[in-house]
Structures are given as structure tokens and as C-alpha cells.
């Protein structure tokens, strides 16, 4: 039984396949187009999928789109009719398009179909699961566990903004749902739109940002109580209320109120790449201190509801690593999995999942001695040595190539310890917005100025932003308070206290980049500034040559830590293919690019003539 899975339209398009409930492929559209949080239909993915899978669409026994467009409409109506007269600008402005392509959903979706393969409309069957429920397939089927609570959060989508659920065998139970317009999801984003980050997209920047509030500060304190009498009411049982006098995004074009934020926080909302001052930073710890909070009532309902020692999460507020560090260490549950593909992309798959295990009932799938059933997320395309050697000829370039891994890894290890930043580009993409070590840019985590150097001279991005480190799954504990295996990088916990350098007693009174540049741990440069660390931990089943590479890097150095950040610059999605990789090594101050069993020197490539700046092509995130 093949089953394809799409999401699309909103942000984040992706598509999965699986095969008699195996996961075979699923990869964002983005990775193709270039185009960062690409919501068109995800054609090139669609094929990727197709291909990698060996069949073609009318050879399908199902095609399952990861939401009910039909009650996102009715959501949207509901609410215009309940808020009127306010928001008629955005009713007007969102009408055309529902009513031209949203209502008729299916329609458009065949005829993407059609671009592809001509349908056999009568023969594949097409079924649209609620956006809760792919979330919380997308979790629990490839989990380990045969029986779990299932808490899924986001911004919205038809009507739930999180849910509460059991996985039990091959069936789930929703059990407990909260509604539009009161979110988590959209109370972060709110957040993240008034201290002047992209909504959709500059969360994470919201949560790298809080470290830098003043923990116990009368301010942030302050700020806590502010948001908690005026914005939103946390229940124990993780519902919550959002207070709408405060926000627009219901029926208006922006995501709050400024005037009467401004009035409640006592500065106007900060507009995107002005300077951040402290309140900026005391601010967004108040809203992850509530956060972590509400994502706490939550688990600990779940865990009442359920009774079950297991917990699976997804949902685009399941990135908050740093919310997902602290239920980690409440043990309100024994064991958690989170899917790496946590926000809308992982709905294609759920969606496929949940066809497979729910609608056709086939049993659940053995684990047979792995991890989970994700591969790693090592899920895209990958290219072989023919293709390096194509780039290498279009562009005149010169490499190495290595046919021993040994070798390889060798040589690479002794080029991070002396100093380089490295391209990573090995394997099959993975899927979900992380890199783990198959497009990732590796340095070494015991320099104390790489992370100025990546952030300014490679990233392009702010330089307060962390990177997070990938250790070997057998040393995790010498270098992090964590035992249990992280392979997607979505917890964060401290660094080891005997690794970690003590703050001058004033500390604090320096500005917000000065104080990146204390010297705070022995691996300094993957330890946030509140000693913290996003960790990855790699496997052998799972990554193998990046495994070797940590391993060899251990042998020469005692240290078998590194730097791991997604292979792009500042607003470009993840590369995916040989050429883009060759074009971002060529575009920044990277040393190195490893594709495959080549390396490329910077220093010996031609020189690289742009037809345009990479600023203009991609828009900032």
C-alpha cells in the first residue's frame, strides 16, 4: 500500500510517501524552489517522492492533504461574523481568495496533480485528516512507543490551537482540544511580531533572544505579571485565555494592538533590525518564562488524561527546544519523543500516517532495534558522485577526492582543529527545519571567537543568535546534564558545571553583544550565554560517516564536540543539491566544502562572479 501525503497553501509545503507504513521519502518544497517557507503546492517535492519511491501518481492508493479546508473556512467566517464590524479590511482582502481557491481546494489540488500525471480521479482515493490529527500521526507512529499522550501546539488549524490525545496501538483518541482564537502559538507570535522578528519565522530568534533578559530582575518579573493579568489566563488544565482587546490577529492585518501593547509595556514595538536594548530582552524571557509555563500545564494534563508514562509532541510551538528542556526535566513523563519535522511540513506526513494506521487499519510497524521509524530524518534527495563531478565542471572548480573514509575524516578533523569552518554536504537532505549533520556547516566548539565569525562572516545573521552543538550519542553526559539520546536537536539543556567558566561580577551591566564575548565554557562555542546548549546527539546506526568524523576528531583532540549550523546564509532555505552547496560556499567566508568524498579549498576555486547579491535574491527572515 503506497500512500503520498501533502501539505501546502499556508507555509512550510511539503510531501511524504510511505510504503506498507514505511517512511520512503518526504522533503519541503522550499529545498527546490529556493523560495524560504515556500506554501505553494509542493510539485518538486511531489516528484522527489514519486521518484525516490519508484511509482507515479495513479499508482497510489491514496493522496491525503493534512487538513480540512472546509472547517478552516467555517473557522474564518464564525470569527468575522463574531468580531463584527471589526475586521472588514481583512475580510475583504481574504474572501476573493478562499472563495477563488480555498473552498475549491480539491479541485486546485487535482490540477496540480494533473501538471505531473494526468488523475485517474475515479480510481485514487482522497482524504483530508483534521490538522491536529497529522500533527499528532506525525509523532506517534514513528515514535517508539506503542502507546502514548499526544500533545500537539501551534498557532491554529481548522479551529484546535493544541490538542491533547492517546496513541494506543495503530489508533489515536483526541481527547481534549483547545479553540481559536485563544493559542500558545499565536501568543508567542505575537511576541515575536512586537519585538520586531517575522511571524512564522523569527520565533527561534525570539527564544535565542531570551537568554539575554536578567533572570530574577524586578523587570522581567514585572513583565510576567503584566502578561499574565493582561493577556492571557493560564488554567492548570493547560487551557488558556487570550484577551483580545490586546490582539488584531483574529480579524485584523497585524498580529497586536501597539498602541495598547505600548501602553502595557512602556516602549513602542521594535522594528525589524533596529538595535535590541535590554527591555527587548527582558521581554521576550517573560514570554518564554509563560510559555514554558502553559507548555508545563499542558504535559501535566495530558499526563492525567492519559495515565501513560510516554509523550509525544508536534506542533510548531514543539520547537521551543528550551520549553521542551525544562518538561523534560519536570519528569512529568518518563520517556518524550518529539518529531523533527514538527510544524506544518511534518503534517504531510502525519497525514500519510494517519491514513495508513487509522483509515486503512494496518498494524503498527516492529522498530526491529532502531531508534524511532524517522532514519535519522535523513528523508530527501541524495547525489552522487557524478553529480559533484558535473558542479565541479560547470564551474571550473577543483577538488579532492577521497576514495578512503578514513581518509576523509582524517583530514577534515585535522582542518576543524586548526581552525576551518567546513560545508558539510553527505547523505540524504533531511526533513524538518534542522540540520543534522547531513547540509550542515560544522566548525570547531572549542574556539572561543567562532560564533562572531559564523554569525557575521558566514550566516549573515544577528550575532546573539547561539549555535548548537552535535556530540556522540556515547558522550553526551560529559559534556551536558542529559543521559537520554537527542537526535533532532530539540532540547535544550545546561553544560556540564565543570566545564562551564564563571561571569565577572559585572557582567550584567555590559551591553547585549558585549556580552557574547565572555568566555563561558571550555566548548564556548556552542554554550549560550545563560549555559545553555540545543543539543544533537549522533548515532552510528544513523549518520555513520558524521559519527567517524566526530570520532576521529575525538582521537586528535579529546573532544568529540562540534559547531552544527544549517548549511545557508541569513534568509535562504537549507541547500539542497551540490550546486546550491557550491554556491554558499562560494557566496561566504566558509574554508572548506566537503560534498561526498570531495573537498574543496577556498582557496583553490576560480574566482566567483555574482550576477547578483545574495541579499537581494533572498529575503531576509
Request: proline share 4%; charged share 25%; with cysteine.
Amino acid at each position: 500500500m503506497t500512500i503520498l501525503g501533502i501539505s501546502a497553501f499556508y507555509h512550510d509545503s511539503a510531501a511524504a510517501i510511505i510504503v506498507d507504513g514505511e517512511i520512503i521519502a518526504a522533503a519541503q518544497e522550499e529545498r527546490f524552489t529556493r523560495k524560504k517557507f515556500d506554501a505553494s503546492f509542493p510539485r518538486n517535492a511531489v516528484e522527489f517522492c514519486l521518484n525516490y519511491a519508484g511509482t507515479s501518481l495513479n499508482k497510489l492508493d491514496a493522496i491525503v492533504f493534512y487538513d480540512k479546508p472546509f472547517l478552516k473556512f467555517e473557522r474564518l467566517l464564525e470569527t468575522y461574523y463574531n468580531f463584527s464590524p471589526k475586521g472588514v479590511k481583512s475580510f475583504i482582502t481574504s474572501m476573493p481568495v478562499w472563495i477563488k481557491e480555498k473552498i475549491f481546494l480539491r479541485k486546485v489540488i487535482m490540477e496540480e496533480f494533473d501538471k505531473i500525471e494526468k488523475l485517474d480521479r475515479k480510481k485514487i482515493k482522497f482524504l483530508f485528516p483534521e490538522h491536529h490529527l497529522s500533527h499528532a500521526a506525525s509523532a506517534y507512529y514513528p515514535s517508539p512507543y506503542n502507546e502514548s499522550a499526544i500533545l500537539t501546539i501551534d498557532a491554529v488549524g481548522e479551529w484546535a490551537t493544541a490538542s491533547i490525545c492517546k496513541g494506543e496501538g495503530n489508533n489515536i483518541t483526541i481527547l481534549k482540544q483547545l479553540d481559536f482564537p485563544h493559542s500558545l502559538g499565536l501568543l508567542y507570535s505575537a511576541f515575536t511580531y512586537f519585538l520586531g522578528f517575522k511571524v512564522n519565522s523569527g520565533e527561534y530568534k525570539l527564544m535565542g533572544l531570551a537568554p539575554y533578559g536578567i533572570p530574577g530582575s524586578p523587570e522581567v518579573a514585572r513583565y510576567v505579571e503584566l502578561i499574565k493579568k493582561n493577556l492571557v489566563d493560564l488554567k492548570e488544565d493547560g487551557s488558556l485565555f487570550l484577551n483580545q482587546e490586546y490582539f488584531n490577529y483574529a480579524v485584523g492585518l497585524t498580529m497586536v494592538k501597539e498602541d495598547k501593547w505600548e501602553k502595557l509595556f512602556g516602549f513602542p514595538a521594535r522594528k525589524g533590525e533596529s538595535n535590541l536594548e535590554q527591555n527587548h530582552c527582558n521581554l521576550a524571557l517573560a514570554i518564554q518564562q509563560v510559555t514554558e509555563e502553559a507548555v508545563l500545564n499542558l504535559a501535566r494534563e495530558a499526563k492525567r488524561l492519559t495515565g501513560s508514562n510516554n509523550l509525544c509532541m508536534a506542533g510548531g510551538v514543539s520547537l521551543n527546544c528550551v520549553a521542551n528542556g525544562k518538561l523534560d526535566e519536570a519528569k512529568i513523563f518518563r520517556n518524550i519523543f518529539i518529531t523533527p519535522a514538527a510544524g506544518d511540513a511534518g503534517g504531510a506526513l502525519g497525514a500519510a500516517l494517519a491514513a495508513y494506521y487509522i483509515y486503512y487499519e494496518q498494524p503498527r510497524k516492529e522498530l526491529n532495534g532502531k531508534l524511532d521509524h524517522l532514519s535519522g530524518s535523513y528523508l530527501g534527495p541524495e547525489f552522487s558522485s557524478l553529480e559533484v563531478e558535473a558542479l565541479m565542471r560547470k564551474y571550473n572548480a577543483e577538488a579532492v577526492e577521497y576514495k578512503d573514509e578514513k581518509a576523509l575524516t582524517e583530514e577534515v578533523a585535522k582542518l576543524i582543529s586548526e581552525g576551518a569552518v567546513i560545508g558539510w554536504h553527505q547523505g540524504r537532505m533531511e526533513f524538518g527545519p534542522r540540520a543534522l549533520g547531513a547540509r550542515s556547516i560544522i566548525a570547531d566548539a572549542r574556539n572561543s571567537t567562532m560564533q562572531k565569525k559564523l554569525n557575521l562572516k558566514i550566516k549573515y545573521r544577528e550575532g546573539f543568535r547561539p549555535f548548537a552543538p552535535i556530540v556522540l550519542a556515547e558522550d553526551v553526559s560529559e559534556y551536558f546534564n542529559q543521559q537520554e539520546p537527542s537526535p533532532y536537536m530539540l532540547i535544550v539543556k545546561p553544560v556540564k558545571n565543570e566545564r562551564q567558566i564563571p561571569y565577572p561580577v559585572d557582567f550584567k551591566e555590559n551591553g547585549l553583544l558585549d556580552k557574547l564575548y565572555f568566555l563561558r565554557s571550555d566548548i564556548p562555542a556552542v554554550t549560550h550565554i545563560d549555559y545553555s546548549a540545543r543539543l544533537q546527539t549522533v548515532h552510528k546506526e544513523t549518520n555513520e560517516r558524521l559519527w567517524n568524523l566526530l570520532n576521529t576528531f575525538k582521537q586528535l583532540t579529546g573532544y568529540s564536540v562540534l559547531v552544527n549550523t544549517s548549511f545557508n546564509v541569513r534568509g535562504e532555505p537549507i541547500v539542497n543539491t551540490p550546486e546550491d552547496a557550491y554556491r554558499c560556499f562560494m557566496r561566504t567566508d566558509m574554508d572548506y566544502l566537503v560534498i561526498g568524498d570531495f573537498i574543496f579549498d577556498k582557496k583553490k576555486q576560480p574566482k566567483w562572479e555574482e550576477t547578483q547579491d545574495w541579499r537581494s535574491e533572498f529575503v531576509l527572515d
